[in-house]
């Protein structure tokens, strides 16, 4: 085989090889976004239904006229921990107040009112063991009324929780749960993420 054709079948072969890279590329990128895509419409299907049994329970406790109304209102799906969520420097130099961002969407996943108490817990990971529980914060029903915070990114409720500077490993994400008790329909609700400390960043605006 003289130089010129190996020339062509390295040539021929390296553009065939990255013509079947891309292609493999483009399909994965496909499948990501069907998958990606089916995710969200799982979750849509899932807040509805979840809706639909808050309805239910409303019905049950309306009578006459009212259940049409009832039927009608749009009611809490779910919880999510807002990335806004983060720390910001306390009151002492060894103190930090955690910012907990909990956003509400009803069954279309739009957002929706809050009418309930609300409580956050703040846990530290331990490898190998429960986490422990560093800080719990309990709201009333008009502590959460006065916790809505409005703006670009959206409506949330926000809860302040404070903590000792030597609980928290900088960079270590610690655990945030939110637990919200219903007050129209008496049902629980809940949402989990985490939240790491950054000290060289602002982590929530």
């Known amino acids: 085989m003289t130089r010129l054709a190996a020339g062509i079948i390295f040539i021929a072969a390296t553009v065939?090889?990255?013509?079947?890279?891309?292609?493999?590329?483009?399909a994965?990128?496909?499948?990501?976004?069907?998958?990606?895509?089916?995710?969200?419409e799982v979750e849509a299907l899932q807040d509805r239904q979840v809706e639909l049994e808050a309805s239910l329970t409303a019905l049950a406790t309306?009578?006459?006229?009212?259940?049409?109304?009832?039927?009608?209102?749009?009611?809490?799906?779910?919880?999510?921990?807002?990335?806004?969520?983060g720390f910001e420097?306390?009151?002492?130099?060894d103190a930090l107040r955690l910012e907990i961002h909990v956003?509400?969407?009803?069954?279309?996943?739009?957002p929706i009112q809050l009418v309930g108490p609300l409580e956050a817990q703040v846990l530290r990971p331990v490898p190998g063991r429960?986490?422990?529980?560093?800080?719990?914060?309990?709201?009333?029903?008009?502590?959460?009324?006065?916790?809505?915070?409005?703006?670009?990114?959206?409506?949330?409720y926000r809860v302040d929780v404070m903590l000792d500077t030597a609980s928290i490993e900088p960079d270590t994400p610690v655990l945030v749960h939110v637990f919200?008790?219903?007050?129209?329909?008496?049902?629980?609700?809940e949402a989990t993420s985490s939240v790491a400390h950054r000290p060289s960043t602002r982590t929530s605006p």
Do not use: F, Y
């Open 28 to 40: 994965s990128a496909k499948l990501r976004s069907e998958n990606a895509a089916l995710h969200r």
């Open 103 to 110: 956003a509400a969407q009803d069954g279309r996943q739009r």
């Open 130 to 156: 429960s986490p422990v529980v560093l800080a719990t914060t309990k709201l009333d029903p008009t502590a959460v009324r006065d916790a809505w915070r409005g703006g670009l990114l959206g409506a949330t």
């Open 16 to 26: 065939l090889l990255t013509s079947c890279d891309g292609r493999s590329r483009r």
């Open 180 to 189: 919200h008790t219903d007050a129209r329909t008496g049902r629980s609700l």
């Open 62 to 85: 309306e009578q006459g006229g009212n259940r049409g109304a009832a039927a009608q209102t749009p009611q809490v799906a779910g919880l999510t921990i807002s990335p806004l969520s």
């Open 89 to 93: 420097p306390g009151e002492g130099p």
